[in-house]
């Protein structure tokens, strides 16, 4: 198994900035891929960004140039500056973690969410 836990969150004016935390606890080795997912009310779960193993990443359009997500392995953290903060960037953020196991296929792991609103 694999647990997350997301902090961070919080209200801030428009054009402010957060980084969500997210700490990795468990079978920690067998991750592949790890990302920030939003849900805004009334609207599905969006990806904002995920990085593989390998470093890449992919962020969605309306997050590129203003977010950025970032790891530090030895701590067992992952992390989401979010910069140039707008109010439709409302929403739970939660931490997700995906493992791929021959047999088995993709599982997915989630934080329990931590909500960010930006308003004035």
């Known amino acids: 198994q694999v647990h997350l836990v997301e902090s961070g969150g919080g209200l801030v004016q428009p054009g402010g900035s957060l980084r969500l935390s997210c700490a990795v606890s468990?079978?920690?080795?067998?991750?592949?891929?790890m990302g920030w997912y939003r849900q805004a009310p009334g609207k599905q779960r969006e990806s904002v960004v995920f990085?593989?193993?390998?470093?890449?990443?992919n962020y969605r359009d309306s997050v590129k140039g203003r977010f950025t997500i970032s790891r530090n392995n030895a701590k067992n953290m992952v992390y989401l500056q979010m910069n140039e903060l707008k109010p439709e960037d409302t929403a739970v953020y939660y931490c997700?973690?995906?493992?791929?196991?021959?047999?088995?296929?993709?599982?997915?792991?989630w934080g329990q969410g931590t909500q960010v609103t930006v308003s004035s």
């Open positions: 997700n973690a995906i493992r791929l196991r021959i047999g088995v296929g993709q599982e997915d792991f």
């Open positions: 468990g079978e920690i080795s067998s991750i592949n891929v």
């Open positions: 990085i593989t193993n390998g470093g890449n990443t």
